[in-house]
């Protein structure tokens, strides 16, 4: 088969009516993982995937101090349940994103690219989606007038309204600040090493800034390269898309992304839009929510100005 054969057959492919394939369970949990992996922070975020559009989930960790001494047969079997015993509601909500797709762009992904255009096509729509749900999970918010930002509330949101602890200033707070402020606030049933301080990569130049112009073992040991690498301690992530002059400090395992378990994705080449635009239109479909699992484990920094 010579390559413009091959190019006519893959072209065939994407261009079949009834291209519609609504995935398998395992199969759109590896679709997903595919879309969280597409983005660094998101990767760090432990996914959830629930088998019904409402319920609910356990909250972070494990209770502590249960043990007891053993008093032979004078031992009472108490059988404490070590699991937290409440859990956090969650609503999966529908989100789709669609794409134009050029004929002349699929010829050239596999003539020139030599890439299997179904594969290039799968892959755009996956980091696309990431993208989307990485900026979504932090900065959503059904007040805000944008019709992207509405669709769901994100960590953020969440955190004004429930987070633990709550420092809210007219400009960013120092790091001695941060640590009198925010670190120094929590309750240490709560408080552990896995702490990370989630934020914008503006919001981290202003604390690059801070710590280069200090002559201190500190400002040598949180800055590397130039980037900025921990606070007071604990480990700094950068997140792309987060709105600048928030700080979201929490374990990565307490912010959760829930998905539900189908994957729908369709193809329409053969209609007359298609024919007209001299292009397919492809359209992926699944459903998402984003959950604090313990508020008592989070605590946000915010700007007023």
């Known amino acids: ?85 409440t859990t956090v509601p969650y609503t999966l909500s529908p989100l789709y994103i669609d794409a134009w797709i050029e004929n002349s762009n699929v010829f050239y992904t596999a003539q020139t690219r030599g890439q299997d255009v179904r594969q290039a096509l799968t892959t755009l729509m996956q980091q696309q989606f990431g993208a989307d749900l990485q900026d979504l999970a932090f900065n959503g918010d059904t007040d805000s007038a944008d019709p992207f930002i509405k669709l769901k509330n994100g960590f953020i949101k969440q955190a004004k309204a429930n987070a633990a602890v709550k420092v809210n200033g007219a400009a960013l707070p120092t790091i001695s600040e941060l640590t009198e402020k925010v670190v120094g606030a929590f309750d240490n049933k ?20 801070e710590i280069q112009n200090r002559n201190t ?24 898309s987060m709105v600048d002059d928030v700080i979201l400090f929490t374990p990565c395992a307490n912010l959760t992304p829930v998905f539900g378990y189908e994957v729908s994705m369709q193809t329409a080449a053969a209609d007359s839009n298609s024919v007209a635009k001299q292009a397919t239109y492809h359209f992926l479909l699944t459903s998402a929510d984003f959950v604090i699992r313990e508020v008592k484990a989070i605590g946000i920094v915010m700007v007023t100005p």
């Open 1 to 85: 088969m010579n390559n413009t054969e091959l190019l006519q057959k893959q072209f065939a492919a994407i261009s079949k009516a009834g291209n519609d394939v609504t995935l398998r369970s395992d199969n759109a949990r590896a679709f997903v993982m595919d879309v969280v992996n597409s983005q660094s922070t998101l990767q760090k975020l432990p996914p959830y995937f629930a088998k019904s559009a409402t319920g609910a989930i356990d909250k972070l960790g494990v209770k502590k101090r249960t043990l007891r001494q053993h008093q032979g047969t004078s031992t009472t079997p108490v059988g404490t349940d070590i699991a937290q015993e």
């Open 190 to 209: 709560y408080l552990n090493s896995e702490f990370m301080w989630h934020m914008s990569l503006k919001t981290s130049t202003h604390y690059v800034a």
């Open 217 to 240: 073992v500190l400002g040598d040991s949180a800055v590397v390269d130039g980037k900025l690498t921990n606070i007071a301690g604990f480990a700094v992530e950068i997140v792309d």
